[in-house]
């Protein structure tokens, strides 16, 4: 087995095809930067590391097309972890599944648009992050916008679905505007440096198309121009024409003092930096936003999980060929720290995932006589700097007859059916031969999902309960989804 093939294969079948532009942006508006508000630069409190629920939204067309590899999203968090080690601020994958599969071809096209769409998909508890194909195109930024921060009214996150990795810094950069960071040279946006232009030495004193002071070296106006943090030097947008994280150019501010701007700062338009880095004062004004009125709601008492993951999980019996092609049974060596496996299959053409909190899967969807590359990391809420294990097998063609329902594993026995509409309850036996993780959901007659949770069917005979409270009357479907497959049964409510 070739590793670079797989590799390769993964990364092929990824929904986004990157277009190059002339310079890539942040569609971060100045007036939202504006509207950041001024905060003292003297740090409230900061006495351990705060963990900030992340809500990441991997938007999808109707079909479910253009979705980045899972593995992707795992990197993004890695990437955002590291680049926010010493503000004392960490994030986690926060809300069920980790993440919010949605599938609405209009935040996928335009969430500038559809902002309407967007706000029904938010969560209330976390910093949200739409990662879309498109962001918008700006009349005035002149690029490609990688990603943008709405401001304190709408306050989310979009990015381009193409830049989440662990090779660039849009998350970390859109995420400083998030906590009340300006752009190093907030001000330069619409008009970058030009000597031609401006002059060597700087021949004004306001940034141009705007009313922002030029920062001066002498730190004379640190507090009020540009981004009103004092430790990043001036930057008259140099990265926007910069070929990469270089900067030679000797230019003088308006009193003739030579500029040392600060390539590798995060709110910089420098790009491919090895490495980029937020001053103490960012820090600073970062950790106050955090404990502001307006971030209470990702203050939580939650503690995540962040044990760390050193060991790589081993395929136990892989087969190289499964004759089963509709049953096919992976199992790999479970590692200490991971309290989930993201689990992805490819063709070369299709992509699936799950996410298993056990160390196997029984995939019930694959075709007959093809190769198949699987890929296996492991993984919790917090840590995800992982590798991974990739493997391949074959299918073959032979159609196994167990699937869903007339589960020989377990039976479901509904106490009462009908169930009345004011029943507190709807509740059943489940009567089981083994233990094994579940998924309880409950659908509507049109197929809403209305209630879900995730169990431990054990040995033996067990009662549960799903609240029936706010139900309509009519026909709903019950299923207890697992490894082994979907048992269903209907439950009528009058
Ligand atoms: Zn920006």
Redesign the pocket.
Same mark, same amino acid.
């Given at each position: 087995m070739n590793l670079k093939k797989i590799i390769l294969l993964f990364a092929l079948i990824q929904g986004s095809v990157v277009n190059s532009f002339s310079q890539d942006v942040?569609g971060?508006s100045l007036e939202t930067q504006e509207s950041l508000v001024s905060q003292p630069n003297v740090l409230r409190q900061r006495n351990s590391t705060v963990y900030v629920p992340l809500r990441m939204h991997m938007v999808a067309d109707n079909e479910g097309n253009g979705l980045p590899n899972i593995s992707k999203l795992l990197d993004q968090m890695t990437r955002l972890n590291q680049d926010y080690l010493g503000t004392g601020i960490q994030f986690y994958m926060a809300g069920n599944g980790f993440f919010n599969l949605i599938k609405d071809i209009n935040v996928y096209e335009d969430p500038s648009v559809n902002v309407q769409d967007i706000l029904g998909y938010k969560s209330s508890t976390a910093l949200n992050v739409f990662v879309t194909k498109n962001t918008y195109e700006s009349s005035n930024d002149g690029g490609r916008i990688l990603g943008?921060y709405t401001g304190l009214g709408a306050d989310h996150i979009v990015m381009l679905n193409s830049q989440l990795s662990n090779t660039n810094n849009t998350l970390s @950069?859109?995420v400083g @505007?998030f906590f009340n960071l300006r @752009?190093t040279f907030f001000g330069w946006e619409r008009e970058p440096y030009s000597a031609a232009t401006h002059g060597n030495p700087l021949s004004i004193r306001i940034a141009p198309q705007s009313s922002i002071p030029v920062e001066l070296m002498d730190k004379s106006n640190c507090s009020t121009a540009a981004d009103q943090v004092c430790d990043t030097p001036p930057d008259f947008n140099f990265g926007f024409n910069a070929n990469g994280c270089n900067f030679t150019q000797q230019i003088r501010d308006p009193n003739n003092e030579l500029v040392v701007t600060q390539k590798e700062n995060q709110?910089s338009y420098f790009n491919n930096c090895a490495k980029y880095l937020f001053t103490e004062g960012q820090n600073t004004r970062m950790n106050n936003s955090l404990q502001s009125a307006s971030r209470s709601y990702i203050r939580l008492p939650y503690i995540p999980t962040t044990t760390p993951i050193t060991q790589l999980p081993s395929f136990i019996d892989l087969a190289a060929v499964v004759p089963t092609y509709n049953n096919v049974f992976i199992q790999w060596t479970p590692v200490e720290g991971a309290t989930n496996y993201l689990v992805e299959f490819t063709d070369g053409r299709s992509y699936r995932y799950a996410i298993q909190n056990g160390s196997s899967i029984r995939a019930r969807d694959l075709e007959a006589n093809k190769t198949y590359f699987v890929r296996v990391r492991a993984f919790n809420e917090y840590f995800t700097d992982t590798r991974t294990l990739f493997g391949t097998f074959k299918t073959g063609n032979i159609l196994s007859s167990v699937i869903n329902n007339e589960n020989d594993r377990f039976s479901i026995d509904l106490l009462g059916n009908p169930i009345n509409k004011q029943s507190e309850f709807i509740q059943f036996n489940i009567n089981s031969t083994m233990s094994f993780p579940a998924a309880l959901k409950l659908y509507d007659m049109n197929g809403r999902l209305i209630h879900i949770e995730s169990t431990n069917i054990e040995s033996g005979s067990s009662l549960f309960r799903i609240p029936a409270t706010n139900l309509n009357t009519g026909l709903h479907i019950l299923a207890i989804e697992s490894e082994y497959g979907i048992t269903t049964k209907k439950i009528l409510i009058n």
């Open positions: 942040c971060t943008y @950069h859109e @505007h @752009h709110m």
